[in-house]
């Protein structure tokens, strides 16, 4: 009799157990690993092959000898000293624009210092005079003091007077202008193309002439302030007549390629253009020039009035101040109160400036006039600047456009050079 015997409960919990972790645990049957493939020995034929083969790459390689040229450097050396010299005049401009910006500034709180304490001084000593004179027998302190006042007064508007603080200003000014101006034309040439000998030839030319036309120091070195006449400032080299090349002829006239397209060859210069250019130039010295110097003038005169004025007004009250009297302090507050407004329209008003700005001025259009005519005087075309630019330079320096600076050669063409308008629109 076959009896069946239930698995107990514990047997069943292990089976599970066991079954669940075999379907888990996937093993593989066996590994596959990649094959790997071992180069085959070559026999002697093969070795023999490859040997005359590395040979033959071997023997058509260009192989450097001992007597072979040196590799030169892709700079020239030259070139490099050139680059550094023009850094090296950089580095002067940029300090030269510093010491005259710091100078500038140091020299107009002079004008303003000074004309505040010589009226101070002037209005004071008035104010005593008056007092010495209200207070009679006992007023003797009251008039040694204004007298001396009046006497310190004048040697101090002396002095100002002399070295004219409002222009020495304007000088400052204009050159850090220029200096700028020049920096900015030395980085566009290093920009544009590498420099050569010339170029810091004529760069150090330009930096000493505006050294010498506007000099820092006072002593010894200041320019004068009350010329007989005006004479436009100069701060440029004063440029050689430059010789006429063997593609001109006589009168410096050029030949020009008259064929279309041919601009480029002409460098951008036309008959055209050079009578244009001659005919502003006529404009310029007939009108412009003409005119600032005329201002010029009136202005050196007044200034030379006011100068004279001042010191001899104060020195007229100091000696009314000394004297006494009634009469002689009605002169003292009198001289002393028009001293202190003379003072004021002299170096509040900054006459000095003004007459330096003509100064300026003059000079501007004389650079300008040189220009036109050394150009003109190359025969050259290509040596010249490229006409077009060279236009339009000219006409952003006389503040119009080019339609503007055509019509203007055409109107003076016309009318024999007699046009009723000047060529500068910018002063």
Known sequence: MVTLQLPTKSSLSYSNKFIITKNAINVPKYLKYPKISVPKVPNQAQKQLLIKELNNKLTNLPLLS????????????????????????????????????????????????????????????????????????????????????????????????????????????????????????????????????KDVEEAVAEVVALDRAYPLPLLGAMLDKFPKTLEPAVWWPSKKQQTVSSSSVD????????????????NGWSKELEEDMREIVGVTKRKDVVDYVHLGNKALKFNKML????????????????????????????????AAAVNTIEHGGQVGMVFEMYR????????????????????????????????????????????ELRDLADKSRRNGGCVDEFASKLF
């Open 66 to 197: 001992r007597e072979s040229k040196p590799i030169t450097p892709t700079k020239n050396v030259q070139n490099q000293t050139t680059i550094k010299l023009y850094y090296a005049i950089l580095e002067e401009i940029s300090d030269r624009i510093e010491m005259h910006q710091n100078i500038c500034n140091q020299r107009e709180n002079w004008n303003s210092l000074l004309l505040n304490s010589v009226n101070m001084i002037t209005l004071t000593a008035v104010t005593m005079a008056g007092l010495a004179e209200a207070s009679g027998p006992h007023g003797l302190g009251l008039r040694v003091s204004s007298t001396l006042l009046f006497v310190a007064g004048t040697g101090i508007l002396l002095i100002m007077n002399k070295i004219q603080p409002s222009q020495l200003v304007e000088e400052q000014r204009n050159a850090v202008r220029l200096f700028k101006k020049l920096q900015r034309k030395i980085e566009t040439g290093l920009a544009v193309r590498t420099p050569v000998q």
């Open 360 to 403: 300026n001025c003059g000079g501007f259009f004389k650079l300008l006039e040189e220009t036109v005519e050394s150009t003109l005087e190359e025969g050259d075309l290509g040596k010249r600047e490229n006409g077009e630019v060279f236009e339009m330079k000219m006409a952003l320096h006389l503040g119009r456009s080019l339609s």
């Open 307 to 338: 100068a004279v004025s001042g010191p001899l007004l104060t020195g007229v009250a100091a000696v009314g101040a000394a004297f006494g009297g009634p009469v002689a302090g009605v002169v003292a507050a009198v001289a002393g109160s028009m």
């Open 251 to 266: 009168n410096n006239t050029c030949f020009y390629n008259n064929n279309k397209g041919d601009n480029e060859q002409n």
